[in-house]
């Protein structure tokens, strides 16, 4: 006989880290049952069950044999068998997957019920018929919706009808025969939809329940969520098969949840509902009221005391706030689910410092309780909601942040409004590429339809933008600018307020508060000055994180101010500065005439003009960073930045010729501009081949860091500048531009000696293949990932987002857009190679990040792995960079 595979595992014999085999849910009734707690005795059936189900469409062998063992063990115990009419054994049959996943089937109650049974049930309460066919009917409504997809208003709508017949609005008011004809209008509603009877066979409806759950793990909703949660499609899950309890025995009887702290704001305390005389899906249906989990002390002193006792028993066990289900059957407490419970991104901070400061953890394991993106929620402003403000509607939360504007119904319109200075709230039914003008000039972005991987989600998560998406209970009129919710019309140029982070639309303005940990971050308030536990809490988190990190976290600035705000949030340094943004606005006319320039003394004449510019911006910057580093980066434009568009300036040129005007100046750009039009300017001139094409340009900067840096330490300061050249793809091209900085340099240091260090990005794929050759001559390495992203997928970085990755996301070729977290196995293996080969070739070679990348959570942690240096990011997310540094390092 071939060995037997274990596909079903009593309670007693799973415990809490089985969570991939047991299912969430299963793993915590194991850990419970251990515990010595007291769970109703069950069984789960295991995830590779229903791997094995799902890939064949069968049960698995052995299985069915697996389970007659498990239910007999479990009748021996009850001592009663399933579905017996004299006193049957029933059981509920819950969905357990490895993440709490709310798009599958969750559970049935009361499964072994029949005709004949149900009397036996009410004999067992002690002749108490109500119950029997209460229990009764809520078994073919859950059965019928949850195992057999039959429409679950058709069951609800019966159900209001026989209270209104009954002249009540309280389904406690139904006496035993209304219930039992209730039962029977169910039955109908049943067969009507399934076109057969409801199973009277007890083990038949165990079976089928059993395969729905595992049916529902490829539901539409469950794939949905799976993508867009990052859950990986093949786990499966588990099944839960438990003796039932009953809450609804009566009024000694009832269901309720608790948390053992608050988990909207970490504090310690009883939290929780409790409803008598019910079972486990009323509380959350909200058919009753519920009272506060408090008023059971009077309820059930005995019950409550021992509900407190276990709360602190699973605290302690679990270390961490724990959510619970319970049932109260005649006096007796039943634990029917416990786990380690979601909670909002501050309470997240705050109770992993409470249980610092308790003993139960120490500082390292809470850096693991928090995220990057909680603290990065944190650090949104958000809407004061003291005045209770209307809720018009509730979407997906899909772009954080806290917008408010006037309603505005196409992307022209918003455009026009913005100009004159007005905040605009796009809406649209949902966005497309045309959309995108009016995506940039609104405050936040509102939809009717999509979800988290939307064109309107993606674009607006690229950039930054407040966005609901998908709030569906929206009336989108588009062609009459106007939407209607709930008996209310929104008018273009109405005020609302959209928030990004919990999906919820405001009518009217609403006032925003500032972020605290902004406002901590920025150093107006300390743990010392304020009350607000969330700050003590980042404070302390953040200082373990910054203590435990081995990456150090620079900043991308390219002006004073943002160097000192990214100083302020933590940043050591410049890793990148971008000096193209230094050649816009008014300084662009110089720009202009460099390029044209047809002969060397009107191009030196230009270079002339912008040297002191120059120099004057990298003082302010090198003051701001004193002491540390400052990666100035040679300039890399695509040329058409900088020059007028092609088609306005021939409009230009034509008008003024037709009116007989002097166009010599425009002809000439108009010229320059046809000679220099690229098709691909991204991967045209620009960086070092500019550099190399242009005479002095990149010699005027060089000189102009070397003369800053000169003049700051004449001054007493300590500048450290490095300078850093782009888009290098051969090892001869940063050799060319290197032999020349280092002639200036040595120039100007004649002077005053600074030390600069000159080094190179790698962002052609090239330059990553060629690494060890180009570490040879570069001082330090620069992972530009923006353009290693846009040359490795061959993904123009400015068009695809808004384009197609929509699609790309919804067919699961990617989790999230490459340009947003490190494509791991791709580009990342381009980074790997460049450092490993890099640093063999030199030493101790210094080698950090400079794209977008350097402040995505997820990447932080991949830069950790390939042993960087450093990473560098936009100086407002250079905290959160910290702290991912820390939970990589720990
Ligand atoms: C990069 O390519 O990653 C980079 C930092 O340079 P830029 O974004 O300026 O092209
Ligand atoms: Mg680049």
Known sequence: ETAKHTYVYDFAEGNKDLKDLLGGKGANLAEMTNLGLPVPPGFTITTEACQAYLATGEQPAGLAEQIDTHLAALEATRGKRLGDPADPLLVSVRSGAKFSMPGMMETVLNVGLNDESVAGLSAQAGGNDRFAWDSYRRLIQMFGKTVCEVPG????????????????????????????????????IFSKHTGREFPQDPREQLDLAIRAVFDSWNADRAVLYRRQERIPADLGTAVNVVAMVFGNLGSDSGTGVAFTRDPATGAQGIYGDYLANAQGEDVVAGIRNTVPLQELERIDKRSYDELLRIMATLEGHYRDLCDIEFTIERGKLWMLQTRVGKRTAAA????????????????????????????????????DLGGAPEVLAKGVGASPGAAVGKAVFDSQRAVELAKQGEPVILVRRETNPDDLPGMIAAQGILTSRGGKTSHAAVVARGMGKTCVCGADSLEVDVRGGQFTVGGHTVREGDMISVDGTTGCVYRDKVQVQPSAVVRYFEGDVTPETTEDPLVAAVHRIMSHADAARRLRVRTNADTGPDAARARRFGAEGIGLCRTEH?????????????????????????????????????????????????????????LHEFLPPLEELAVNVAVAQARGEDAAKDEALLAAVRRMHEQNPMLGLRGVRLGLVIPGLFAMQVRAIAEAAAERARDGGDPRPEIMVPLVGAVQELETVRAEAEKIIAEVRREQSVE????????????????GQIAEAAQFFSFGTNDLTQMGWGFSRDDVEGAFFWRYLELGIFGISPFESIDREGVGRLVRIAVDE?????????????????????????????????????????????????????
Do not use: W
């Open 153 to 188: 208003e058709e069951f609800e709508h019966a159900l209001d009808e026989a209270k209104r017949a009954k002249g009540t609005g309280n389904d406690l008011d139904l006496d035993a025969d209304d219930l039992r004809a209730l039962v029977g209008t169910y039955k109908k």
């Open 348 to 383: 997240a901070f705050i109770i992993a410092a409470q249980l610092v400061d308790e003993g139960i953890i120490d500082l390292d394991e809470a850096l693991h309780r928090v995220t990057g993106a909680q603290l990065a929620q944190l650090m949104f402003p958000r809407f």
């Open 582 to 638: 230094m050649f816009l606005g008014d300084r662009r006319e110089l720009v202009e005439r460099l390029i044209l320039a047809r002969t060397d003394e009107e191009r030196q004449a230009a270079l002339a003009a912008l040297l002191p510019l120059q120099r004057a911006d990298f003082v302010e910057i090198f003051r701001e960073m004193d002491g540390l580093p400052v990666t100035v980066r040679l300039i890399d434009p695509p």
């Open 756 to 771: 600069i260090l000159i080094g190179t990005m790698i962002e052609v794929p090239r330059a990553a293949l060629t690494a």
């Open 838 to 890: 890099g640093r063999a070739a030199r030493p101790g070679l210094k080698v950090g990040v400079c794209g977008e990348h350097g402040g995505d959570p997820e990447s932080v942690h991949f830069f950790h792995e390939v042993g960087l240096d450093y990473v560098s990011c936009s100086p407002f997310r250079v905290p959160v960079a910290r702290l991912e540094a820390g939970r990589a390092a720990v």
